[in-house]
């Protein structure tokens, strides 16, 4: 069974950099599945920010695009989402998934001053 | 980018049947689309229910199935419990990319 555990801080400030780790247990990152971030602001739906599939080749909402980065750290069996100039607009619940079937606990990041 | 749209709310009695569905602003949902499922209780993380238009997890409740309808992604709900009240969202690929309707509220009442 897939197990993700996701790391990052909670409170991030304006025009810096959100980064969180997932780290993934029970399956090797680099044997298949897509790996992959979604987030939820307070009270609102779910918006898919993109995806890493296990070779490295990675894949982005277009509105989130030129902000984004998703990768892999095979030698830790995690990745990361990078995602900067933040504003209080990307404050919201971020969830990693693998193929969209195995949810992480989801970090609360706060971008504030 | 699509547009996906869903009901906004459903109301169902218990024991009873309740279609949700899942639509593109580009036309008909496809298999290649490879709509996904997910219910979402108060405070708790997403969980999926169906994958690739019609695939269940090993989690996923028999009364839930899913299919396409009318060229719409469907998600049925047969013999409405309790614990299904729960927002419910569909997301379709299109390019690489993912793109989430905007939740149906099911309420069983």
């Known amino acids: 069974q897939v197990q993700m555990q996701q790391s990052g801080p909670g409170l991030v400030k304006p025009s810096e950099t959100l980064s969180l780790i997932c780290g993934v247990s029970?399956?090797?990152?680099?044997?298949?599945?897509?790996w992959g971030w979604i987030r939820q602001p307070p009270g609102k739906g779910l918006e898919w920010i993109g995806s890493?599939?296990?070779?490295?080749?990675?894949s982005y909402n277009p509105s989130l695009k030129s902000r984004v980065t998703i990768s892999l750290d095979t030698s830790k069996n995690e990745y990361s989402l990078r995602l900067n100039s933040v504003t209080a607009a990307d404050t919201a619940m971020y969830y990693c998934?693998?193929?969209?079937?195995?949810w992480g606990q989801g970090t609360l990041v706060t971008v504030s001053s | 980018q699509a547009v996906v749209t869903q009901e906004p709310s459903l109301t169902v009695s218990p024991g009873g049947t309740v279609t949700l569905t899942c639509g593109s602003s580009?036309?008909?949902?496809?298999?290649?689309?490879?709509p996904y499922w997910f219910q979402q209780k108060p405070g708790q993380a997403p969980r999926t229910l169906i994958y690739?238009?019609?695939n269940k997890h090993s989690w996923t409740p028999a009364r839930f199935s899913g299919s396409l309808l009318g060229g719409k992604a469907a998600l049925t709900l047969s013999g409405a419990q309790p614990e299904d009240e729960a927002d419910y969202y569909c997301?379709?690929?299109?390019?690489?990319?993912?793109?989430f309707g905007g939740g149906t509220k099911v309420t069983v009442l």
């Open positions: 998934v693998a193929s969209l079937g195995y």
């Open positions: 029970g399956y090797s990152i680099t044997s298949g599945y897509h």
């Open positions: 890493i599939n296990h070779v490295g080749s990675a």
């Open positions: 580009t036309g008909s949902v496809t298999s290649g689309h490879y």
């Open positions: 690739d238009t019609n």
């Open positions: 997301i379709l690929y299109s390019g690489g990319a993912g793109v």
